[in-house]
């Protein structure tokens, strides 16, 4: 098993993505034939009602972690909530899933393809292509996975 240091954490969601704020977190790669990842987030009381409807659904949903330093790209997991429990200010939360595979290569193709879907071009098309793999946005979520907004869990 190797372990990480979680540096930030958003759920990816229909309408965008949804920040975490953390307290603290860590990463751990089980290294397992199934390619198992366990996230363990410690974050506000804030996030508690968001997370028992995620652990009473046992819906998987996908989160964006960045690991071990802010500069890294962030990486894509399936996720399903494992655990929810309620501490003396805060909460912690056990995470499982698998990595979602996208090549960087993969990825400014989606993400060109995506702007010129919405009708830049130009220079226009450029500076836009540059900010956002500067950023990173969340592109298109698989079909075969559900994503949800915070009040749609387990519906």
């Known amino acids: 098993m190797k372990t990480f240091r979680l540096i930030s954490l958003e759920i990816v969601e229909e309408n965008g993505l949804k920040h975490i704020e953390l307290v603290d977190g860590l990463i751990i790669n089980k290294e397992d034939d199934q390619n198992t990842w366990l996230i363990e987030v410690y974050t506000t009381p804030t996030n508690f009602e968001f997370f028992e409807k995620a652990l ?11 690991i071990s330093k802010e500069d890294n790209d962030p990486v894509s997991f399936h996720i399903k909530a494992r655990s929810v429990r309620k501490l003396e200010t805060n909460i912690s939360i056990m995470l499982q899933g698998t990595l979602k595979r996208t090549s960087r290569k993969n990825y400014a ?11 830049f071009s130009g220079d226009t098309l450029l500076n836009e292509f540059k900010e956002k793999l500067k950023n990173k946005p969340y592109l298109t979520p698989p079909s075969n996975t559900s994503t949800f907004s915070e009040g749609s869990v387990g519906m």
């Open 56 to 66: 009473q659904s046992q819906q998987e949903f996908i989160v964006r972690a960045v």
């Open 109 to 119: 193709e989606l993400l060109l393809k995506d702007l010129m879907d919405k009708g």
